[in-house]
């Protein structure tokens, strides 16, 4: 693998919130392009795992532009769901990815499934996969968790996604009502992000 520091990036995403994310994870000299810049749409998410999907998109996006491109497929898991929504996170806001509505779902699902679930501790984890993808054909795959547990309400208007409903083991907040500092310290982003940053 190459060890020339990457200077300019694409990032594979068109959700402004993981974009911002990355950003802040990235050493300031980096310069970034997203599919903005392009027009790009991102392609269709025919992985049946993070790191497939992570990769597929990285893969895309570098043939589209030529560049070394970082992609993330990221999402949450909750363990009395079997493990959903897991890849299908954004999915279930529906078309446009709306997260209020993915919210709503998840309590729907853990009410059909038990009508006292929140009295039961609803263990989850937020599981991010990273691809680096090189125009040379050249990849790199990494995985991030961090463990937790579904908060019974909605919780903090930060973050974006499932943040608000995310409460990581041995804290008393949901991810929605961290600073982003506080939240970058432990989240699944930077535990992925920890295993590449020496190609920054």
Known sequence: MKKKKILNLFIGSNNQGKIKEI??????????????????????????????????????????????????DSGLEIDSLNKLPGIYSARWGGKKSNFNLAIKKVYKELKKKNSNWYKIKQTARFVCALTIYWPNNKFINVIGEVEGNISKFKKGKKGFGY????????????????????KYKIDHRMKAFKKIRKFF
Do not use: W, Y
Not at 39 to 61: C, Y
Not at 169 to 176: D, H, V
């Open 163 to 182: 943040d608000p409903i995310f409460i990581p083991i041995n804290k008393k907040n949901t991810f929605g009502q961290m600073k982003p500092k506080e």
């Open 23 to 72: 950003r802040d994870l990235l050493p300031k000299r980096v310069q970034i392009l997203t599919p903005k810049h392009f027009n790009l749409k991102s392609p269709k998410e025919t992985g049946t795992t993070f790191i497939e999907n992570s990769f597929l998109k990285a893969k895309f996006f570098s043939k589209r532009t030529k560049m070394i491109c970082l992609a993330d």
